[in-house]
């Protein structure tokens, strides 16, 4: 039999365990803004409530076919449905490096459908020469997408006044940040030039249709790629870029769609967010 300190140390190595696997699954049920996924674009950044029944969001189990495209199992693959389009602004998604291994995560989706965007996966992005290349491009007029309180409201902007961020003959070029809301502040804080950057944010117009499967905190907040999307809606309508032939940048939604639609065959209907 053990000397009663024994007992005692065991007891607090179970409580030290409980309390670790408590924390991983509160870590892993948190969301972004803009991707994290979700993004609250006329606010500073919400606290965020883990949900009750947490949904797995790791790299599919071993053992199990996975399409290396989208790291998806091949039976809940996506690709099918990507319909690929290019756009007169240009995007670069700066992806957390915890984000890449989101099955459900929709920066993925953006960058797939948009054939002339870039995705850096990373942390610390204030040495990524891919990332200054672009930022020090002659040719291009960069701003990041982040509801900083010094932000310009894409809702509320004139034309001119929006206009003004991108000087005639440059091409806007639109910082993304996909991660949850914790991680868009880890990437900012090490990118010291993204903080310089004009940022843009803009009030969505309607609920998230992602909160289905992946919990928004707050009900301003969209995915990734509902974020990306409106964006193109507003630079076309305040003349900043010409929206892609024949709206295709709608086909990002219809990939949600259907990503959405494969999840929620997967959880039973008591189960399932009103």
Known sequence: ???PRTHLDGRQEAADLGLSLWSRCRRATRHSRFGCEALRFGATAPLVTPRANPMPLETPALGR??????MRAEAQCWCAHVRPFETEALLCILMHKRERKVA????RMVHRSITNSSLLVGEHFDDDPRLAR????????????????AAL???TASAPEARAL???GKRPLVIVLDGTWTNAKQLLR?????????????TPTEPSSYD???HEPHLDCVSTLEAVHQVIDHFARLGIAAPPPGRAHDGMLDLLGALIHDELAFIPLEHRRP
């Open 153 to 155: 409201d894409l809702d």
């Open 190 to 202: 090490h990118a010291s030039r993204l903080g310089a950057l004009p940022a843009l944010r803009f």
């Open 212 to 214: 289905a499967i992946r």
């Open 166 to 168: 991108f000087p005639h």
């Open 1 to 3: 039999m053990g000397s």
């Open 134 to 149: 672009l930022l020090d491009d002659p040719a291009l007029a960069p701003v990041i997408l982040y509801p900083s309180p």
């Open 104 to 107: 459900i995560g929709t920066g």
């Open 65 to 70: 076919a996975t399409c290396l495209r989208c």
